[in-house]
């Protein structure tokens, strides 16, 4: 399906949508690789159910679910098991929009495939709009909405998310997960600031540089590299939501609930080479996965 095509289901904005351009070459380059990329780890684990997700997983790893790491079955049920986990992160993002009813709007901050869109509209039977730099994904999220006959509650739309077509003071939550790393937190928490309405909520899970080890590890160097991206560190993240009227309700380090995940995936087939330094840098205390919800007020 195309990306850019607009529906009147949709109440987010009367505005026409606009598909600018990358606003700077580095979103381009980010658009590239969001475009060209297709890790088995990525796809094989969306296979499972048909819940795409860019994310990584939170909680305990179910042995008895993985069985003997000798069985023909075992990769299979270790895919299962980590996707398992990565639905589970959705699941406690969504668990902290609060009271969200049929008839709200809800806005995905660099939305990927669109897994956890689809999850919000099941949980909440809301519309959900998803915003991301990619048309490979926006066109694969809408496939997958158009699948689940959800298209007219679940769009994706390539756009950037620091200059969204959405109506101010509208929606009633949003989110980023995982997806905060690519931009500027001051233009970032202006634009979440300017579609919620007061009293909406905002949500955050990411990796963040822990101010309390001084500066970037070089593990965090190494995880920039290789997504390209930009970590910020944890007291960013506070000041800047405090500079747009969005005030933390919860802080919950997820870095204890997700080291086993990574320690799972460290054993598998689908390795990327970067689980090491995401091991390493959450055991030495640089780096830490964590979940801010805030209250636009
Ligand atoms: C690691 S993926 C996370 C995807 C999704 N949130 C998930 O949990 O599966 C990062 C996403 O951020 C998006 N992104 C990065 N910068 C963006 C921007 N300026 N505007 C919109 N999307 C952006 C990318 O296109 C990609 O979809």
């Known amino acids: 399906m195309d990306s850019s095509v607009t529906s009147t289901e ?3 904005t009367d505005a026409p949508v606009r598909i600018p351009g990358p606003a700077t070459p580095y979103q381009g380059d980010i658009a590239r690789y969001w475009d060209g990329e297709a890790r088995p780890v990525n796809l094989r684990l969306g296979d499972v159910d048909g819940l795409y997700h860019h994310h990584y997983g939170i909680g305990d790893v179910d042995d008895t679910a993985l069985g003997d790491p000798q069985d023909s079955e075992y990769e299979k049920k270790l895919i ?3 996707h398992r986990l990565e639905s589970a992160q959705a699941e406690v993002l969504l668990g902290h929009l609060g009271d969200i009813g049929s008839e709200d709007t809800l806005v995905d901050a660099g939305c990927g495939r669109g897994g956890s869109m689809v999850m919000a509209h099941q949980r909440f039977g809301c519309k959900v709009e998803g915003v991301t730099l990619s048309a490979k994904q926006a066109d694969f999220a809408n496939r997958r909405a158009h699948e689940l006959r959800i298209q007219d509650h679940v769009r994706a739309r390539v756009c950037n998310m620091l200059a969204t077509p959405f109506e101010t003071g509208r929606a009633a939550a949003s989110w980023n997960n995982e997806s905060s790393m690519y931009v500027d937190l001051q233009d970032l928490f202006a634009e979440h600031s300017r579609i919620l309405k007061v009293g909406g909520r905002y ?9 309390r080890y001084g500066q970037p590890s070089k593990w965090v160097s190494q995880i920039n590299a290789h997504f390209e991206c930009n970590i910020h560190s944890r007291r960013e993240y506070m000041r800047a939501m405090a500079d747009h009227r969005l005030v933390p309700q919860a802080v919950v380090d997820l ?10 995936r460290a054993t598998s087939s689908l ?5 090491d330094a995401f091991i390493n840098s959450y055991k030495d205390g640089s780096f830490q996965y964590l ?3 805030a209250d636009r007020v």
């Open 291 to 293: 979940l801010i919800a």
């Open 255 to 264: 870095t204890p609930d997700t080291l086993p995940y990574w320690e799972l």
């Open 271 to 275: 390795v990327t080479g970067i689980e």
């Open 10 to 12: 949709f109440t987010a």
């Open 80 to 82: 299962a098991e980590l």
């Open 203 to 211: 949500v955050t899970i990411t990796g963040c540089w822990n101010p």
